[in-house]
């Protein structure tokens, strides 16, 4: 029976040989290190970029100096939303030469984009108004 036994341990052994099959080595296993709480970096901060100051949005209104009913309604009903909404609005300025009987209005927009709307402004206006200036740079 032994010799049995030990024909079949060496036929084994052979065969691993031949087939390539190494024996199994014994997997050590090596402890995860700690991971460190993470740091959060400071903005950079570079002397141009203190130096440069924001647009603040600007709406100028220029409007007829005499009978235009659409300047008086924009400066009562749309003129207190803009402002609402972080707008700066000097006075509306009476235009005599124009001869319109509509406003008309300059923008300067948060980004610094300057361009005009020649219709009653409304958000939808100012926002065709914005795609054509940015559509012309």
Known sequence: MF???MMFGIY????????GCPAPKPIVLKPIPAV???MIAKPMQSESIQEVKAVEP?????SASFDCPACDRWVRVELPVWKTIGWKIPDPL???IAGKRYPWFELIDGDGLR???NTYLTKNSYEEAR???LGSK
């Open 58 to 62: 600007t709406i100028i209104v220029h």
């Open 94 to 96: 009476k235009d005599a």
């Open 131 to 133: 795609k054509k200036a």
């Open 115 to 117: 361009f005009e709307v």
């Open 12 to 19: 084994a052994v052979v065969a691993a040989v031949v087939l």
């Open 36 to 38: 460190e709480a993470a």
């Open 3 to 5: 010799h049995r036994s």
